[in-house]
């Protein structure tokens, strides 16, 4: 068996989070369905860590095994991406040890959060900002 590192980025806004969901979309089981197909068996894809409804994600790491020795990494990340929605990329596909396990193997995770203090916000960064249309007081956002 192959273990399979991803780096993964997604707009999150139109799935139910990361893991499946019986009541909405998520983003594992759209990656598990296009690899399951490309691998020709049933995948299933073990993650870093989950995000919740409408959350996005720059560098999401993920890990599968698979008993597929004829696909090339780059014909499998090129496979992949080709089944998956715009909205879910995999940037990077390596092979990895058989000991390595995404969750249990990460060291950090940096969260990001984008607040637009303002007038109004742009269509093109609405979905990525919280707005909060008054002036935010620099000075005791500094304080501990």
């Known amino acids: 068996m192959r273990n399979v590192k991803l780096l993964i980025q997604y707009d999150g806004t139109n799935f139910a989070g990361w893991q499946k969901q019986k009541n909405g979309l998520g983003v594992q089981e759209v990656i598990e369905a296009a690899l399951s197909k490309i691998c020709n068996h049933k995948v299933k894809v073990i993650s870093a860590g989950r ?25 499998m990340k090129r496979g992949v991406n080709s089944l998956l929605p715009p909205e879910i990329r995999v940037t990077s596909v390596s092979e990895v040890s058989k000991d390595f396990h995404a969750r249990f193997d990460a060291r950090f995770k940096i969260y990001r959060y984008f607040i637009y203090s303002g007038g109004v916000v742009s269509p093109f960064r609405s979905r990525y900002v919280w707005h909060f249309p008054w002036e935010l007081d620099y000075q005791i956002m500094k304080k501990e």
Do not use: Y
């Not at 995000?51 to 014909?75: C, I, M, Y």
């Open 51 to 75: 995000t919740d409804a409408g959350v996005h994600a720059r560098g999401q790491v993920a890990n599968f095994l698979t008993s597929n020795r004829k696909l090339s990494l780059l014909e």
